[in-house]
């Protein structure tokens, strides 16, 4: 096995890829930004290096940067997590032109998948299902036209070079074909240095239903089964489940198969991700991601595969330990994604100071996170403070689970997206599986009302958790709203505090 490796990335998967290494023996390497010098994942690394100031660009992104530091640390892979480097195809190639192996899957696959076109071209001729359009890039507005008018609108054009809903339209005519068309051309050219699009039937009202492979060097792969995750804001998920809530027997089997031939078609290995719109009864090709992504762990609580030292294993060149015949689905499990944004208030970011921190436990949760109490969360990268993650037998014990565990959870010091996953777990569409990618938006009344309901509520708790550190102090009470900035004054001003901070927060993780 490998002696050593490094986390190309940082906060929670860092941590969680450390884990799989501690398990498996091997010594990490983390590298860091200005940023995150205090994050946990440096912390619990057997060494860490920073490579640069906050922004990503001249640090988790500076790829000859991370080859050198894995060079000179004798690390003889590379993870590279999720977002960053992790599709980058340079990277991959850089690793390996320094003999370094590059924990994913070979170069060519990314190649392949990056470009939406290629890859929608090679599943159809693999006998993947795929939406009706064109695997050609639109040259002639007229004959856009004409293949609009044959599939039927409404249509959406899409840049080849896109992907989780960067360059996309939809038009409903043949007017706004024409508009849509030259706009994505020009937005793809000026987001991606090409202005590559192409034509699809557009679907309206989706589920997004992705199915998780698993493939070693030497042409074996199984599937892990479906996850649901349609629930997403502005192409960001917010809950996913696993199974879906509409999976059945045969349709695991078929998709499950159409991802093994998705995965075969591009000789994958490692893990990866075959995502599918799903749409009465049917289901299409849509992209794959070849990488580990963040709601992995609802599909290793239900198959009891860890995914993670599974593509360590993989990459180190060890044959898959079981045939698809071994994987057996069981129970259900869902995942909330905890940000640090407001509900309330459009979702905007929260970055700031976790001042204080419980963490709860009992049967059917997992917590995957990269913060402690005193943590702090920069507003430099994604918002996730960590992934909430309840299992039961049945979609509604891991629900109960997920409820409960939710109310127990006390995050002080930042604003936090809990009372929206506390609304949506009280919702009667959401508690039937009644859900597609538009379920927020379709139900926005009533998750206003009742996440309003629980923002107080964190309020009040908030207020609370400032009555025990500070006594009963009446004025503390009456100072609604600007209690963040009260508490940060107070323990700035008071050593004290410090005490009394680690007497009520329970440290995990
Ligand atoms: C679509 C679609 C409907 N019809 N393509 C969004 C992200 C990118 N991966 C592709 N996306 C979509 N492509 C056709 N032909 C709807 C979406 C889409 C979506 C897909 C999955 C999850 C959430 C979504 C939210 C809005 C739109």
């Given at each position: 096995m490998f002696k050593k490796i490094l986390i190309a990335n940082r906060g929670e998967i860092a941590v969680r890829i450390i884990r799989a290494c501690q398990e498996l023996d091997i010594k990490t390497v983390a590298i860091y930004s200005e940023a995150d010098e205090n994050a946990l994942y440096t912390s619990i690394a057997d060494e860490c290096y920073c490579i640069g100031p906050p922004q990503a660009s001249k640090s988790y992104l500076n790829l000859d940067m991370i080859v050198h530091v894995a060079k000179k640390t004798g690390a003889e892979a590379i993870h590279p997590g999720y977002g960053f480097l992790s599709e980058n195809l340079e990277f991959a190639k850089a690793c390996e032109n320094n003999g370094i192996v590059f924990i994913g899957p070979p170069s060519e696959a990314i190649d392949t998948m990056g470009s939406k076109i290629n890859a929608k071209k090679i599943m159809k001729n693999a006998n993947v299902p795929v939406l009706p359009g064109r695997e050609e890039p639109i040259e002639d507005p007229e004959e856009v036209v004409e293949i609009a008018e044959e599939i039927g609108y409404p249509v959406i054009i899409k840049a080849s070079a896109g992907g989780g809903g960067m360059g996309m339209a939809v038009a409903y005519n043949k007017q706004e074909l024409k508009e849509v068309v030259e706009s994505t051309k020009s937005i793809a050219q000026s987001a991606f240095g090409d202005s590559t699009v192409f034509i699809e039937k557009y679907l309206e009202n989706p589920r997004h239903i992705e199915i998780q492979v698993l493939g070693d060097k030497y042409g074996n792969i199984v599937h892990l089964g479906d996850r649901e995750c349609s629930i997403q804001r502005r192409h960001q998920k917010l809950i996913e489940e696993a199974p879906s809530p509409i999976m059945t027997e045969e349709l695991r089997k078929k998709m499950g198969n159409a991802a093994i031939s998705a995965a075969k078609a591009i000789n994958y290995y490692s893990a990866g991700t075959v995502e599918f719109l799903y749409d009465n009864g049917e289901f299409y090709f849509l992209e794959m991601n070849t990488r580990v992504q963040v709601e992995h762990p609802i599909t290793e609580i239900i198959t009891g595969v860890d995914i993670v030292k599974e593509q360590i294993k993989i990459a180190y060149g060890e044959k898959l330990p079981f045939k698809q015949e071994d994987i057996v689905i069981r129970g259900h499990a869902m995942e909330c994604r905890i940000n640090a944004e407001d509900p309330v208030n459009d979702f905007v970011p929260t970055p700031g100071v976790i001042k204080h921190y419980r963490s709860p436990g009992g049967p059917g949760i997992r917590i995957d996170s990269?913060?402690?109490?005193?943590a702090e969360i920069p507003?430099?990268?994604?918002?996730?403070i960590s992934k909430f993650i309840s299992y039961g037998n049945d979609r509604d014990e891991a629900i109960a689970r997920m409820k409960r565990a939710l109310s127990e959870y006390i995050i002080i010091g930042l604003t936090t997206n809990i009372p929206f996953h506390r609304a949506v777990m009280d919702e009667l569409d959401f508690k039937n599986g009644n859900i597609s990618t538009h379920y927020i938006e379709e139900h926005s009344e009533y998750l206003k009302e009742n996440i309003m309901k629980y923002a107080i509520e964190a309020n009040d708790e908030e207020k609370l958790y400032a009555d025990k550190i500070f006594g009963k102090n009446k004025q503390v009470v009456a100072i609604a709203g600007g209690l963040n900035a009260y508490i940060s004054s107070v323990v700035a001003s008071n050593k004290n505090i410090d005490k009394c901070d680690e007497k009520y927060s329970e440290e995990q993780n």
């Open positions: 990269g913060i402690y109490a005193g507003p430099y990268y994604d918002s996730l």
